[in-house]
């Protein structure tokens, strides 16, 4: 976390500091964001400030691996082109990325849905591919759902939905009983979740936000059929996805279940004004966890 306030006077001071062919640009600030805060820059590219990230890793990684990525990916994502090393201005990493447009999907919706069940699974199918030796893993994502069943639970006793526990438990249950990813680990966007897609025209038009790319079980971005999909469209999804099997999509529907359960728990912060907390995740997160429950 840092103490800087960060403003757009801090922005461009930096700019002119370490790129000053870009400090005349219009600088805009963007809402949302926790780890990082952007800023708009001109109409064409972003300014990454790391804030309540604790360490650098995140923003390191994407600088290493979104340029390699971003050309056989079929959506457009927001590329370093410009890195910013801490100073005394700003004690903090930041990076000048190519901006996405269009809206947050935690601020608009999907009308095409089928559109965009086709849209995520071309985009998947172009990102799941093996992953190099030197490729980031994680601790706390990537890996068989079974490996992740205490923070399921603490989360699901957090947020309480008493009127589906005992189903949202079922569908962890058989998550955690499915066969294990069987093929090499692949690249993983690792957060797919409503404000880290954006929209246009109803349909879902960039990704966004790989602080936590790694390498692992595609399950983790499947799960996106029932986290960001509206609801009939997920066996659309895995139809044109096309290679996921029985266990993998069991692993990915109990991997919804916790993301959708996640997007509730922050929603539920967000009402009680803790730190960190989205109020307008709530029901969204409660939508997905539906969409879950009612399978494909």
Known sequence: MTDTDIT??????LLRDQHPDLAGLAIREVTGGWGNQMWRLGNDLAVRMQRMDPTPELQL???????????QLPLPVPVPVRFGAPSDRFPK?????TWVPGAPL????????????DTLAGFLRALHVPAPADAPTSLDRGAHPRNYTDGFETILRAVAPDDVAAEVRAVWADAVAAREW??????????????????????????????????GDPAWDLAAAWVLLPAGTAARFF???ADADESAIRRARGLAAMKSLF???????????LPGGKPHWGP???????????GL
């Open 239 to 241: 139809d044109r996805y």
């Open 93 to 97: 990493h930041w990076t000048v990325v």
């Open 263 to 273: 997007l509730m728990l922050m929603g539920q912060n967000g009402d009680r004004g």
């Open 8 to 13: 757009a006077d801090l922005v461009r001071g």
């Open 61 to 71: 990684k994407e600088r290493r691996w979104l340029p390699v990525l971003a050309p």
């Open 284 to 294: 969204p997160g409660r939508a997905a966890l539906d969409r879950v429950l009612r």
């Open 106 to 117: 935690d601020e608009s919706s999907i009308s095409r849905g089928t559109h965009a069940a």
């Open 182 to 215: 069987q093929g090499p680990p692949v690249w993983v966007h690792g957060d797919l979740h409503p404000a880290n897609v954006v929209t246009t025209d109803g349909t879902l038009s960039g990704i966004i936000d790989f602080g936590d790319l790694l390498a």
